[in-house]
C-alpha cells in the first residue's frame, strides 16, 4: 500500500469537514438540513458508489468466496466490537446508564461515509465493493443485534426487518445479480453512477462538520467521560484484533488490506440518529462520533504506516 496515497486521503477528508465546519457558520445545522444531507448521501450517494464499484469489476468465483468471507468477517467484526464494549463497560462502570450506547459505539464504526469512499480511493474498484459488502454486514448487525439492545428486547420486529431493506443494501444485492447475469448497464448509467458517486466523500464529511459545530460545550463536558471505551475499541483494540485474524487466516491482500480499513474506522455517523430514534442518547453518539473522527485523522495513517514499515502490508 502506498502510505503517501493514505495520507493524502485522510488529509483530504480532514480538509473536506474543515470546510462543514465553515459551511456551518454560514448555515448552521438543523433537524431539516440534517435529514437532507442524510437523504441525499444515504439514498443517492452511497448506493452509486457500490454500483459504480460493481460495474467495475468483473465477478469471478474467486470474488464470489470473498464476498462471503467479507460478509461473514464483518458480522462477526462488528458483534465482537459490540460485545467487548459492554464487557468492559460492565466490568468498568457497573450500571452505568449509557452501557447500551457504549457498547454499540464500540463495535458499530463509519464504514459506509468514510470506509468505502476511503477503500475505493486506496484500493480502487474492487476494494470499494469488498467494502461495500463489509458495510451491508454491519447494517445487518444495526437493525438486528442493534435495535435489540437499544429496545432491550430478546427479538426484533418486521419493522426492523424491514429497516435493513435501505438503498444501499438494495445497490449491492442489484448490482451484484447484474454482475452474475453478465449484464453490462448502457454506458450512460454508468457514467450517471460513476458522477453521483463522486458526491459520496464530500457530503459525508460536510455532514460530520456541520455535526461538529452543533454540540455544544456543556454537551461535550458531560460526555467526555464515557467516550473513552468506544474510542480505545474501535480505534486501537479491532483494528489489532483483525490484523490478528488476518494473518491467522492468510487472506488475499485486498481483502485484507479492506478488512483493516474497515476495522479502523470511527463510531458511526449515523448513531445519534439511529440513538434518537429508539430513546437512547443521540448527544452521546454524536459527540462519539465527532471525536474518534478526529482522531482517526492520525490513527488511520499511523497504523498503517507502522505496518507498512514492518512490511507486514
Not at 443485534?145 to 429496545?151: A, C, K, R, S, Y
Not at 455532514?207 to 463536558?221: A, H, P, R, W
Not at 437512547?280 to 465527532?290: E, F, R, S, Y
Amino acid at each position: 500500500m502506498d502510505y503517501s496515497i493514505v495520507f493524502e486521503s485522510v488529509l483530504l477528508i480532514g480538509l473536506m469537514i474543515l470546510v462543514g465546519v465553515i459551511l456551518s457558520y454560514l448555515n448552521p445545522l438543523n433537524e431539516h438540513n440534517k435529514q437532507t444531507y442524510s437523504m441525499i448521501i444515504v439514498n443517492v450517494a452511497m448506493p452509486c458508489i457500490v454500483l459504480s464499484s460493481i460495474f467495475k469489476v468483473d465477478i469471478n468465483q474467486e470474488m464470489l468466496r470473498n464476498i462471503l468471507i467479507v460478509f461473514i468477517l464483518s458480522l462477526a467484526i462488528n458483534l465482537f466490537g459490540i460485545g467487548i464494549g459492554g464487557l468492559l463497560v460492565t466490568l468498568c462502570s457497573p450500571g452505568n446508564a449509557f452501557r447500551r450506547e457504549i457498547s454499540l459505539l464500540s463495535g458499530l464504526g463509519n464504514t459506509g461515509f468514510i470506509g468505502i469512499p476511503l477503500c475505493a480511493t486506496l484500493l480502487g474498484p474492487e476494494g470499494a465493493m469488498y467494502a461495500a459488502i463489509f458495510d451491508a454486514g454491519m447494517d445487518m448487525v444495526i437493525w438486528t443485534v442493534g435495535v435489540m439492545i437499544l429496545q432491550k428486547s430478546k427479538s426484533f420486529s418486521l419493522s426492523s426487518m424491514k429497516s435493513m431493506l435501505n438503498m444501499p443494501t438494495v445497490a449491492i444485492v442489484l448490482g451484484l445479480s447484474f454482475a452474475f447475469a453478465n449484464y453490462h448497464p448502457h454506458h450512460i448509467f454508468v457514467s450517471l453512477t460513476n458522477q453521483l458517486a463522486a458526491l459520496a466523500s464530500p457530503l459525508a464529511m460536510f455532514y460530520i462538520g456541520l455535526l461538529i459545530m452543533s454540540i455544544t460545550k456543556s454537551q461535550f463536558l458531560s460526555a467526555k467521560s464515557k467516550i473513552f471505551i468506544p474510542a480505545a475499541i474501535k480505534l486501537v483494540v479491532l483494528p489489532l484484533v483483525v490484523f490478528a485474524l488476518i494473518k491467522m487466516m492468510e487472506m488475499d491482500r485486498l481483502l485484507s488490506e479492506t478488512l483493516l480499513i474497515q476495522a479502523m474506522m470511527p463510531a458511526l455517523t449515523l448513531a445519534p440518529i439511529l440513538f434518537g430514534k429508539y430513546g437512547a442518547n443521540d448527544k452521546l453518539g454524536a459527540i462519539t462520533t465527532i471525536i474518534t473522527t478526529i482522531i482517526s485523522m492520525i490513527s488511520i495513517p499511523l497504523f498503517l504506516f507502522i505496518l507498512t514499515k514492518f512490511h507486514y502490508l
